[in-house]
């Protein structure tokens, strides 16, 4: 694979890449038994570039669990610059998901997936101590990447101090002795602190801090997983943010 492609695979991930962004797409390889007549079609009007081949072929390219018969060779991720997510000439500025070590790429396919859904979010990523969007975050993201805009900063504290400057409260989210997303007045336009599910938010981070929130766990004394939690904070927030305006 070349240094500026990565790969696509599974039918949702590229249905949605052809739906969104066919001119990103370079290649794409079927299986010769595949039979999505919706996908085919996409592929014939788009008029995308394709080669079908064994499975075993397929295989060769791409070594990955749930190939569901469909690779697509796309051109690398491309991240959003973090200032135009932050600019007050942004007229419809994002809530921002900063996450804090977060290393698992199903985590961060999930979170983006997630925000994708949810709408109005935009996901921060710091450039080390971090996974970076690739293949598998791309795969479980389903094609959330295309509708979520993800930036990448190298000092995640300055990122979080550019954001205030330009207007944004900084939450933080807590296992204990944080206000209940439920009950808590939220502020906007708002930048959520997601930390790793074993050390949570480093505490250089925690000090820019406006707010700490958690989720009351009503049932047994757990811990949810952090895509999990964030698929919950992202909710609140929406309808905090609809009743707002």
């Known amino acids: 694979m070349a240094k500026n492609s990565m790969y696509l695979y599974g039918k949702n991930s590229v249905c949605e890449r052809l739906i969104t962004n066919p ?7 079927l299986q010769d038994t595949f039979n999505a007549s919706h996908i ?10 394709t080669r ?16 569901q018969g469909i690779i ?27 996450l804090d070590d977060i290393k698992d790429p199903h985590n961060l396919g999930s979170i983006i997936r997630i925000a994708a859904c949810t709408g109005g979010f935009a ?6 101590s971090s996974c970076e969007v690739n293949d598998t975050v791309m795969h479980v993201a389903s094609g959330g990447e295309n509708y979520t ?21 900084i939450a933080g989210t807590v296992v204990d002795d ?30 820019h801090l406006d707010l700490s929130i958690t989720l009351d766990m009503k049932g047994a004394k757990l811990s949810l997983n952090v895509a999990m939690a964030a698929a919950v904070f992202c909710y609140e927030i929406n309808k905090q943010k609809q009743s707002s305006k």
Request: glycine share 4%; proline share 6%; net charge positive.
């Open 23 to 29: 001119e990103s797409i370079k290649t794409i390889y």
């Open 40 to 49: 085919v079609n996409l592929i014939r009007s788009k008029d995308v570039s």
């Open 52 to 67: 079908k081949m064994r499975e075993k072929d397929l295989y060769k390219i791409k070594r990955a669990d749930r190939l």
């Open 72 to 98: 697509a060779e796309v051109v690398r991720f491309k991240y959003t610059e973090f200032d135009t997510l932050t600019s007050p000439n942004n007229s419809s500025r994002p809530t921002l998901i900063f």
């Open 123 to 128: 996901v921060v990523i710091p450039r080390h």
């Open 149 to 169: 805009p993800v930036a990448m900063v190298s000092n995640t504290l300055n990122a979080l101090s550019n954001a205030k400057q330009q207007g944004y409260w």
């Open 178 to 207: 944080g206000d209940s997303i439920q009950t808590t007045s939220l502020p906007f336009p708002l930048a959520l602190v997601l930390g790793s599910e074993g050390s949570g938010i480093k505490p250089a981070i925690q000090k």
